[in-house]
């Protein structure tokens, strides 16, 4: 599967750069990291299962484009998961595992000298877990840990919870070129027992008809988002760096 996240700057990719470029790099104590935790799932819009991690892409990509030259920061590449059995929901991993590898991701990038991390989430099925790790990180780490939610900034998947699945659709349009596919009819029931209501697979969605209309407005739904996501990574920049705690210790800040 193609990575939508490769469009970002290479200045800003951790991937693009070599091991003597790290250590050439000023204020790494300050450097914000940007995990994309992304999840591939049927949302119910006739999209790809890469749906996610393209919203991801387009408004991360404008984002970095308003905050050029003001932040530093780095951008890894995306943790795919989904941490539920549901039907429109693919490649799950149990929570353990799911914690076990933002835990490693976490770790190494702290032993490479960064104490800012800031993950971005789309999946809502993962905020909970998302939520959990970066507590927990906190504790083990001592470094300062951001979450994100792509609800957060206007682009709600939830099937129930979300007031703007249109918007959604509109940007997709914009991110795709072209209309949705027919999307498909549940098929069978779910995991009921998973959590609280019952989300076997989000109600089908269509497009409207005007190509061009629809692209021009999600163009501007990814903007704002893309304009919201700034003013946070603005804020996380401006914040005055916490007391380093003592890996493991909730209660004592480190001496420095």
């Not at 450097?31 to 999840?39: A, F, K, S």
Request: glycine fraction near 6%; hydrophobic fraction near 40%.
């Amino acid at each position: 599967m193609p990575n939508p996240l490769s469009a970002i700057s290479s200045k800003a990719q951790w991937a693009d750069l070599g091991t003597t470029d790290f250590t050439a790099l000023p204020r790494r104590n300050r450097t914000l990291i940007v995990l994309p935790v992304v999840g591939l799932a049927d949302w119910g819009f006739g999209r790809p299962l890469d749906l996610e991690e393209n919203l991801t892409a387009a408004v991360l990509n404008h984002a970095l484009d308003q905050v050029a030259g003001q932040i530093d920061l780095l951008v890894l590449p995306p943790q795919r998961f989904v941490a539920a059995p549901y039907d429109h929901a693919f490649f799950g991993m149990d929570v353990e595992s799911t914690g076990a590898a933002l835990s490693e991701l976490a770790k190494s990038i702290h032993a490479s000298g960064f104490r800012r991390l800031l993950f971005l989430n789309t999946s809502p099925w993962n905020e909970e877990i998302i939520d959990m790790a970066a507590r927990d990180l906190r504790v083990a780490t001592g470094m300062e840990i951001f979450c994100i939610n792509l609800a957060g900034i206007g682009l709600d998947l939830h099937p129930d919870r979300s007031r703007n699945r249109t918007d959604i659709q509109h940007a997709a349009s914009f991110i795709y070129g072209k209309q949705s596919d027919e999307p498909r009819l549940p098929s069978r029931a779910g995991l009921t027992w998973f959590r609280p209501g019952r989300f076997d697979q989000p109600p089908p969605l269509s497009s409207a008809p005007d190509l061009e209309a629809t692209m021009d407005l999600g163009q501007r739904i990814i903007t704002r988002s893309g304009d919201h996501l700034s003013s946070l990574l603005r804020e996380i920049h401006a914040r005055p760096a916490l007391p380093a705690l003592k890996p493991g210790n909730a209660d004592s800040p480190q001496s420095d």
